[in-house]
Nanobody
């Protein structure tokens, strides 16, 4: 099982960014995918989930600004981020829970700064 995030960058406040999560080693379409983030000195925070059938949910801190999606044919998940704020600065991780185990990618850094 492997999850690989990409797309992190430094952006200005108010900007947009799309993160990608590539999956391999398992049947991607069968599992929900989560995005988490972790800012320096803070605990890892759940921010969004997309189920195997495409149902989505978001943390209040990102609802209305972020959109999670997936492409089962490509074994990819995405996090479209808009109206970015300095508080969104963090390492972003994709995650699945499978067979009673948590799987994480290595993370991708997003920095929101002018």
């Amino acid at each position: 099982v492997q999850l690989v995030e990409s797309g992190g960058a430094t952006v200005q406040p108010g900007g947009s960014l799309r993160l990608s999560c590539g999956a391999s080693g398992f049947t991607f379409s069968n599992y929900a995918v989560n995005w988490y983030r972790q800012a320096p000195g803070k605990e890892r925070e759940w921010i969004a989930v997309i189920s195997s059938v495409g149902t989505t949910d978001y943390a209040g801190s990102v609802k209305g600004r972020f959109t999670i999606s997936r492409d089962p044919a490509a074994s990819m998940a995405y996090l479209q981020m808009g109206s970015l704020k300095p508080d969104d600065t963090a390492a972003y991780f994709c995650h699945i829970y499978m067979n009673r185990r948590n799987y994480w990618g290595q993370g991708t850094q997003v920095t929101v700064s002018s």
